[in-house]
Each structure stands twice: as structure tokens, then as C-alpha cells.
């Protein structure tokens, strides 16, 4: 099947220049990085972690959060509240 894509001119330098290393077409490159990106997950490999589970606070934001820096106070609004307020407001 043919379609047309518009990519970013730098990232289709890139793709381009990958594709001239590997010996290949960029088809085959586009091919290659559509097919690795729609594997079912349980086909991907089970010891990549992602980096969100690996993430750390840093030590001042470690110490706010351990002080309750963060939880709502009575009367603060819940943010789905102010989202709707904010989205009610926007020119259409």
C-alpha cells in the first residue's frame, strides 16, 4: 500500500543517513521502525524497565512531599474543576 507522510526535515535526514549506514532504503527503515514500534509487548524484552519506574525526587522535593507539602488543604478545588473552568473559557 502507498501513503504520503509529512516527516520533520530533520528526522528524515536522519532516517536517511541511518538507512545509508545500514545499506538500506529508508522504505526498509520505515518498515523496520513501524514493525519494532506495533510488536505486541509481550514480545518485547522483559528486562527493559521503564525510566518512570526508575525515577528519583530530588532530596528538597523528597522532603516537601514527606512534609505534605503536596496534599490538598480543605478548600482547595479539585483540579478537574479548574480544568473545566479553564477549558469553558477558551475562545472556540
Same mark, same amino acid.
Given at each position: 500500500? &502507498?501513503?504520503?507522510? *509529512?516527516?520533520?526535515?530533520?528526522?528524515? &535526514?536522519?532516517?536517511?543517513?541511518?538507512?545509508?549506514?545500514?545499506?538500506? #532504503?529508508? &522504505?526498509?527503515? %520505515?518498515?523496520?521502525?513501524?514493525? $519494532?514500534?506495533?510488536? !505486541?509487548?509481550?514480545?518485547? *524484552?522483559? #528486562?527493559? #524497565?521503564?525510566?518512570?519506574?526508575? $525515577? &528519583?525526587?530530588?532530596? %528538597?522535593?523528597?522532603?516537601?512531599?514527606?512534609?505534605?507539602?503536596?496534599?490538598?488543604? !480543605?478548600? *482547595?478545588?479539585d483540579i #478537574?474543576?479548574?480544568?473545566?473552568?479553564?477549558?469553558? *473559557?477558551?475562545?472556540?
Amino acid at each position: 500500500m &502507498k501513503t504520503t507522510i *509529512d516527516i520533520p526535515e530533520v528526522l528524515y &535526514k536522519k532516517a536517511k543517513i541511518r538507512a545509508i549506514e545500514r545499506g538500506q #532504503t529508508l &522504505k526498509q527503515i %520505515v518498515i523496520t521502525s513501524l514493525e $519494532r514500534e506495533l510488536e !505486541p509487548a509481550a514480545e518485547l *524484552d522483559p #528486562t527493559h #524497565t521503564s525510566p518512570w519506574a526508575n $525515577r &528519583k525526587l530530588l532530596p %528538597v522535593f523528597s522532603r516537601l512531599q514527606a512534609a505534605g507539602a503536596f496534599k490538598p488543604r !480543605p478548600g *482547595d478545588r479539585d483540579i #478537574t474543576e479548574l480544568i473545566s473552568e479553564d477549558r469553558d *473559557d477558551r475562545p472556540l
